[in-house]
């Protein structure tokens, strides 16, 4: 209307229709976010992160992380992100089912025959996240902010060896050492519980983390 085009009532609720249908379900009149409150302990999400070597080469990074937890169930470092590579990712993700549902993807072209081959043999059912609607993966772009602010921005990377030692110490400790607000403070995958130790011996120590970038704190042995 502010270009002054005239379109028939029609026409608009025949496009409207089409992209609601690629909206992420609602199941059975649930919101968004219930549905995802519901199920969290169910929904994986995944997608790539794009940076860059020292020689500025193209390196992707693969995450696939768990809703409820919070926990990195998978990573991946490749220089072609193809379909048969992200299906074989998803493979190594998934050996036993795990206990899977949904999967919270993007609509890249990148997640092709191969990937819906596995998607299928496993039983999943992909979750299509509309365009421009970051919020309908939200808890994995607030990952992925995580790892820029507290890894990425910090290094520089040599090489995809590099790159796949870099991003599982970092992994580890965010699975293992570093608490989460979304989840009240706690670790996704904690370590078994230390007894605490005397008064007398109560000293905690710091373990460096990236080169000293963090630190894994706990009683000294």
């Not at 089409?18 to 995802?36: D, E």
């Not at 693969?62 to 193809?82: K, Y």
């Not at 999943?124 to 995580?146: D, L, M, Q």
């Amino acid at each position: 209307m502010k270009l002054g085009i005239r379109v028939n009532k029609g026409t608009i609720r025949h496009y409207v229709w089409q992209a609601r249908r690629k909206l992420p379900p609602h199941h059975h009149g649930q919101t968004w976010a219930t549905f995802l409150a519901n199920h969290a302990f169910e929904i994986w999400a995944c997608d790539f992160v794009q940076t860059y070597d020292l020689f500025f080469r193209t390196i992707f990074l693969f995450f696939i992380i768990e809703h409820g937890s919070r926990r990195v169930v998978h990573t991946g470092v490749t220089r072609s992100p193809t379909d048969a590579w992200i299906a074989q990712q998803l493979r190594e993700a998934t050996p036993f089912g795990e206990g899977l549902r949904f999967l919270i993807c993007d609509n890249d072209d990148k997640y092709g025959a191969h990937f819906e081959h596995v998607v299928e043999g496993v039983g999943i059912e992909i979750i299509h996240t509309p365009f421009c609607a970051p919020k309908a993966n939200a808890y994995w772009e607030r990952f992925i902010g995580s790892v820029r602010r507290e890894c990425l921005d910090f290094v520089l990377i040599l090489s995809g060896a590099h790159a796949r030692r870099l991003i599982q110490a970092y992994v580890t400790f965010f699975n293992r050492a570093r608490p989460h607000q979304g989840i009240d403070q706690q670790i996704p995958d904690p370590p078994p519980a230390a007894p605490l130790p005397e008064n007398s011996r109560r000293q905690v120590v710091g373990l460096p983390i990236l080169g000293g970038l963090h630190h894994d704190y706990r009683w000294a042995a």
